[in-house]
């Protein structure tokens, strides 16, 4: 399973990009093939992933690739990753099981892959998509969704796709990547900060940045509070001095093995 928290955007062939993410040290970078690279640029992206992936391992810094949707184009993009210096492949718009399959099979099935879920029609099949054999993760496409629907990320359109997409990740162990805002805000990182504590709620677990200027904003976003910290601490205490077995009374609520596995995960994040 992979295990990231905050991931950002860099596209390949940006030198500086590339050792500005490497200076703020991520949890894993993005190298991006698809919106970020000029028709005209693929190839010359291809060429340069390589070297961009080399540069990452030496840094120590996860590497995933973010590959184009069309069957030709993706088949390009993945034979030039290097698979020894890469966690994982962003497939874009993913709708159905096959555009996962045909990455799998293309990869060798060994790397993970992350289902970008931009469309209407793949949020409605996020469950399938989740099933499907080889997944890693599922994220978010805020901006292409609000594009579709011809609404503003940030008006709460998108919080019923991030919780159905929380939900379909939890039940298989899957990353689940995203908000429900626009990844592009970059200045108001005060709505940055709510929006990401508001997908935490709903159950998401890792952003994906386009400025190094969130990062920061992602980790302490996603962390627990110091209130459910203390909360969750407090649980795991009564419970190793609790003589009445695994349920118990604490503040007026009863604590039981859902609890208590909730409190376990709030402290593992702290930590």
């Known amino acids: 399973m992979l295990d990231w928290q905050c991931l950002l955007f860099v596209p390949v062939g940006a030198d500086r990009h590339l050792e500005s993410a490497i200076r703020h040290r ?3 970078v993005i190298l991006d ?3 970020a690279i000029a028709p ?3 190839q010359k992206a291809r060429q340069d992933l390589a070297r961009f992936q080399a540069r990452l391992a030496e840094a120590g810094i996860d590497c995933a690739v973010r590959v184009n949707s069309p069957l030709g184009m993706m088949a390009a993009d993945i034979q030039a990753v290097d698979p020894a210096t890469a966690q994982a492949l962003i497939l874009p718009k993913c709708e159905g099981r096959r555009q996962i399959e045909n990455a799998v099979e293309l990869a060798g099935g060994n790397i993970g ?5 931009e469309t209407p029609r793949g949020v409605e099949g996020t469950a399938l998509l989740a099933d499907t054999p080889g997944l890693a993760g599922l994220m978010l496409g805020s901006e292409d969704l609000s594009a579709a629907l011809g609404v503003h990320p940030d008006r709460g359109v998108l919080e019923w796709p991030a919780a159905r997409l929380a939900m379909a990740a939890a039940g298989r162990g899957l990353l689940a990547i995203g908000f429900p805002g626009s990844i592009a805000n970059f200045r108001d990182l005060e709505l940055y900060r ?3 504590e508001r997908a935490r709620h709903l159950g998401m677990n890792a952003v994906a940045a386009i400025h190094p200027a969130q990062i920061p904003v992602i980790r302490d976003a996603l962390a627990p509070d110091e209130s459910e910290a203390a909360w969750a ?3 795991l205490s009564c419970l190793e001095a609790s003589a009445g077995g695994p349920v118990f009374a604490l503040d007026g609520l009863m604590i039981d ?3 208590i596995a909730r409190a376990r995960r709030i402290v593992a994040r702290v930590g």
């Open 26 to 28: 991520p949890d894993a």
């Open 33 to 35: 093939l698809e919106d």
């Open 40 to 42: 005209d640029g693929k």
């Open 113 to 117: 892959i992350i289902a970008l879920v």
């Open 194 to 196: 709510r929006q990401i």
């Open 233 to 235: 601490r407090k649980v």
């Open 257 to 259: 093995a859902p609890v």
